[in-house]
């Protein structure tokens, strides 16, 4: 069982940038073999795909939505995962969920196995 912790969440202003972090509850964890994603959902819509990372070979991946403003990124050595959020909108205010599974179909499908509690991200304009 993997337990995924979030963190960064807050309230920015449009135009900003803001990096959440993922870890795992128990920092021995190994993230080894996963796929790591990012999702959000705001009120009244469905859970969105935002990003997603191979952990053994750090590729990234992104839906057309985001591409060229979100970025994810993986830190073996402090075994986490990252999403950096630049140029900010009012509609990515929204939870933002962590999430692991060893498939990528998974993550891109919105399935994964394992998901955080989730952080709030607050864009006003």
């Known amino acids: 069982q993997v337990q995924l912790v979030e963190s960064g969440g807050g309230l920015v202003q449009a135009g900003g940038s803001l990096t959440l972090s993922c870890a795992a509850s128990?920092?021995?964890?190994?993230?080894?073999?996963?796929?790591m994603g990012w999702f959000r959902q705001a009120p009244g819509t469905e859970r969105e795909f935002v990003a997603g990372?191979?952990?053994?070979?750090?590729?990234?991946y992104y839906p057309d939505s985001v591409k060229g403003r979100f970025i994810i990124s993986r830190d073996k050595a402090k075994n986490t995962v990252s999403l950096q959020m630049n140029s900010l909108k009012p509609e990515d205010t929204a939870t933002y969920y962590c999430?692991?599974?060893?498939?990528?179909?998974?993550?891109?499908?919105?399935?994964?196995?394992?998901w955080g509690q989730g952080t709030q991200v607050t864009v006003s304009s």
């Open positions: 128990e920092r021995t964890f190994a993230f080894f073999n996963y796929n």
């Open positions: 990372i191979s952990w053994n070979i750090g590729l990234p």
């Open positions: 999430a692991a599974d060893f498939s990528r179909t998974a993550v891109v499908n919105k399935r994964p196995a394992f």
